[in-house]
């Protein structure tokens, strides 16, 4: 967003004061900093970088009009010069104490709009090389901190608005998940009122079909009035055929099991003397007249097999029935030795 880039801007032109900080510190070493510590009577322009510095460096809370600034401090402030340099490596810029800036440091360095004339690099490089540098780092941190101050706030505000625009974000993305469930129900909706629609066109087909049937199946009923009496007496007769079912079939297995080897007399004999007298003196349910040759096969089947070539005496169709039904392989007369 514009205010974004304008935040970044405006940081982004403390970067060079910055490094210009940085570079002072580069400038400086153990040699120049021994040789500033070991001056007898430093000169006074040197005296208000050691000052500057020494309120730079004061921790928060400090009574900044008791603070020591004399030669002395300053040399006790530079006792290592490796752990002093150190220490101006890793100060921390953006928390500078603003009151030790603006109402003690802007004493020798003079106010932004108007900086002090002997408080620079080029007129403390004619004093002290190590002083110039450490003199251009309070001059450039200080520059540093200003626009860091002015800045801040906005970043500040930027966060703000950033963490509203994702807060904003968020919610906008839980609710295209909720318009999202709600568009797949509606077409898991579409997909049942289609899927019911399609059942219902079915169903409708089908009832219109079982209409037709029904109206056919009605003329049919009234086309065959007539046989409505055959078809009683019919049903009458397959009921008394139930009722003896269990002789017949008594008897009609006994033909297929065992009256294979005998000749035709003998097979009339042991079924009109024998059988039915014997189901008949035993209460079982059979017709006084069992014709197994009815009870095995049609006329329909045996035209077939006149067809195919059997004779058709009544020896070799009853051959015919009882090769067709029994589950082994019979021993059976055969006179035309088919």
């Given at each position: ?242 009722s003896r079912l269990v002789g017949d079939v008594l008897v009609t ?86």
């Amino acid at each position: 967003s514009e205010f974004k880039a304008q935040a970044e801007s405006d940081l982004a032109a403390a970067e060079p004061a910055l490094r210009a900080a940085e570079e002072a510190l580069n400038l400086l070493d153990k040699n120049s900093l021994t040789e500033l510590k070991s001056l007898g009577s430093p000169p006074a322009p040197v005296l208000k970088v050691t000052a500057a510095v020494s309120y730079m460096l004061a921790p928060q809370g400090t009574n900044l009009k008791k603070l020591d600034v004399s030669w002395n401090a300053a040399k006790k402030m530079m006792g290592s010069p490796e752990q002093f340099l150190q220490t101006l490596i890793n100060f921390d810029k953006d928390n500078l104490w603003v009151e030790a800036k603006d109402n003690w440091v802007r004493k020798y360095t003079g106010p932004p709009d108007k900086p002090d004339e002997e408080f620079n690099y080029d007129f403390m490089a004619t004093k002290s090389k190590a002083a110039a540098g450490l003199c251009a780092w309070v001059v450039n941190i200080c520059i540093y901190h200003d626009i860091f101050l002015d800045v801040e706030p906005k970043r500040v505000k930027l966060a703000e608005a950033e963490k509203k625009l994702k807060d904003a974000d968020d919610k906008l993305v839980g609710v295209r998940k909720k318009v999202q469930d709600l568009n797949d129900k509606c077409a898991a909706l579409q997909q049942q009122l289609s899927e019911a629609t399609d059942e219902k066109n079915r169903l409708v087909e089908k009832a219109e079909s079982t209409a037709k049937r029904l109206n056919l199946a009605e003329r049919l009923v009234n086309g065959l009035k007539d046989e409505g009496v055959r078809w009683t007496q019919g049903v009458a007769d397959l009921k008394d055929q139930l009722s003896r079912l269990v002789g017949d079939v008594l008897v009609t297995a006994s033909f297929i099991a065992y009256i294979g080897p005998f000749n035709m007399d003998y097979r009339k004999r042991m079924i009109t003397e024998s059988w039915i007298p014997d189901v008949m003196a035993r209460g079982i349910p059979a017709s006084e007249q069992i014709v197994p040759v009815k009870m095995l096969v049609d006329e329909a089947r045996i035209a077939v097999w006149n067809s195919e070539g059997l004779p058709a005496d009544a020896l070799s169709v009853e051959n015919g029935c009882i090769i067709t039904t029994c589950s082994r392989w019979p021993l059976i007369v055969d006179p035309q030795l088919q």
